[in-house]
């Protein structure tokens, strides 16, 4: 399959300096993210404040920075360095897999064996922390065993899927709001990028319970219906697919040692179908992930509130309004575990 080569611009000479100036090495990998060698994460001292900054710029334009460790990190190293990125602090709220090292609440352990991490999770699109209001602002993902036949994660830059839509569709999903089955929070479908400036495309095609448009050119706001909400995950998902062949996405594979960040506004992100596939057939998988605390809430336009009552009566008349669980179904029969 013919892919499109990158659309971003190549990384600034003056913070590529930066970097090489502490012993560094940051490079643009094709078509997103930049790879980084050189800084050590294993070390108890944190690199510059300077290379900090130029490392978090980089990472909001490019998506994520793949750290390329000359060992094993272990993982109070990975949960410190996580701790650069964003709100500076660990937010942690999922379940701990008895096999966590420490018990450490603050990793989330993931495998395709049960008895070594928590299996199938994130098959579709999403940004990590869609439930809360300030989303997580950075992810971490720290391979401790790679399989041996492939099962990484794949990730999309939702600023160029944004440049990607139909001038028609820019429009339209600016006017759009999700709400999260969950908790009720209430998130743009468009947002800007708090750091690249970007104008991004948002949502969560495992956990959405109804989304809201305000109306074209007055007042007023009406629910989607069913089919309509079925047609824009369908659309959403299919412009982030497209970013795999179009030069905006990638399918990563995880190489030995390998800890990845992501600027969790900046990319969406789903397990890789390989990565939920049986060891006999994949080789044992087993990844530790961070989450990192937002730095400000993802608030939506048009005075609607950070959060409404969606296991609570549909106050918008007709539409989709579905509380729980994964929340709208927009395709039968695929997985759809958080
Ligand atoms: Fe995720």
Not at 102 to 120: A, C
Not at 256 to 275: G, K, M, S, T, W
Request: charged share 20%; hydrophobic share 35%.
């Amino acid at each position: 399959m013919k892919t499109e080569s990158t659309k971003l611009p190549p990384i600034d000479p003056a913070r590529a300096e930066v970097i090489e100036q502490s012993g560094g090495a940051i490079a643009a990998l094709d078509p997103i993210g930049a790879q980084v060698s050189g800084v050590d994460l294993s070390s108890g001292d944190a690199p510059p404040p300077g290379v900090i900054d130029v490392l978090e710029r980089e990472m909001a334009l490019r998506g994520f920075l793949v750290f390329k460790n000359a060992t094993q990190l272990d993982a109070e190293d990975f949960l410190r360095a996580s701790c650069l990125w964003g709100g500076r602090e660990l937010h942690s709220t999922h379940g701990v897999h008895p096999e966590t090292p420490g018990g450490n609440r603050h990793i989330f352990r993931l495998s395709n064996d049960e008895r070594h991490g928590i299996p199938d999770v994130g098959p579709q699109w999403h940004n990590d922390g869609s439930f809360l209001p300030a989303t997580f602002s950075h992810s971490g993902y720290h391979i401790i065993r790679p399989a041996e036949n492939g099962g990484g994660t794949h990730f999309a830059h939702q600023g160029l899927a944004f440049e990607a839509l139909p001038e028609e569709r820019q429009e339209r999903w600016s006017r759009l709001s999700s709400v999260n089955s969950a908790s009720g929070v209430v998130h743009p479908l468009v947002h800007v990028h708090p750091v690249s400036g970007q104008t991004c495309i948002w949502l969560h095609l495992g956990m959405t319970g109804a989304v809201i448009e305000k109306l074209p050119g007055g007042d007023g706001f009406r629910l989607l219906q069913a089919d309509e909400l079925k047609q824009l995950c369908h659309d959403y998902n299919e412009i982030l697919n497209a970013g795999l062949t179009d030069g905006y996405g990638v399918a990563y594979e995880y190489h030995e040692n390998d800890c990845v960040f992501i600027d969790n506004l900046a990319v969406a992100h789903r397990a890789a179908p390989e990565a939920h596939m049986p060891v006999e057939q994949q080789g044992l998988r087993i990844m530790h992930r961070s989450t990192v605390k937002g730095t400000k809430d993802l608030a939506p336009a048009f005075d609607l509130p950070q959060h409404v009552n969606i296991d609570g009566p549909n106050p918008l008349g007709e539409g989709v309004w579905q509380g729980g669980g994964v929340g709208f179904r927009w395709e039968e029969g695929i997985p759809m575990r958080n």
